[in-house]
Nanobody
Framework: QVQLVESGGGLVQAGGSLRLSCAAS????????MGWFRQAPGKEREFVAA??????????YYADSVKGRFTISRDNAKNTANLQMNSLKPEDTAVYYC???????????????WGQGTQVTVSS
C-alpha cells in the first residue's frame, strides 16, 4: 500500500507560480510511476503530467495544455513527487491529485493509489 498526501495548493494570480508536493509513505516511490491529475467543478478528472519509474528511465509526460509551463519531478531521497506550475492561467483552477501506478500513463485507471487532492485557484 502507498499513502499519498498532496500539499502546496492555494490561491494565485494569473501568471503566478505554485509548487505542489506529494509525500508518499508505505512504499518507496522510485518503483512507481507518479502522475498528477486535476478535476475542475463539473468536469471529469484529467491527466496533467506523469513521470516513469526508475526501471523505465524516469521519462516525463505532459498534457498539451500544460506543456512548457508545468514540470514534474521526483525526489527519491525524500519519497516525494513534485509539480512545478508556472505561468498559471484561470483555466488551471482545479483540485489537483497525486497518483502512483505501475506505468506512466495518461488514464485515471492506470493508477492504483491516490491522494486526497489539493485545491489550486488561479484568479484573473
Amino acid at each position: 500500500q502507498v499513502q499519498l498526501v498532496e500539499s502546496g495548493g492555494g490561491l494565485v494570480q494569473a501568471g503566478g507560480s505554485l509548487r505542489l508536493s506529494c509525500a508518499a509513505s508505505g512504499r518507496t516511490i522510485s518503483n512507481y510511476a507518479m502522475g498528477w491529475f486535476r478535476q475542475a467543478p463539473g468536469k471529469e478528472r484529467e491527466f496533467v503530467a506523469a513521470i516513469a519509474n526508475r526501471w523505465s528511465g524516469g521519462s516525463a509526460y505532459y498534457a498539451d495544455s500544460v506543456k512548457g509551463r508545468f514540470t514534474i519531478s521526483r525526489d527519491n531521497a525524500k519519497n516525494t513527487a513534485n509539480l512545478q506550475m508556472n505561468s498559471l492561467k484561470p483555466e488551471d483552477t482545479a483540485v489537483y491529485y497525486c497518483a502512483a501506478g505501475r506505468v506512466a500513463m495518461t488514464v485515471v485507471g492506470a493508477y492504483a493509489y491516490w491522494g486526497q487532492g489539493t485545491q489550486v485557484t488561479v484568479s484573473s
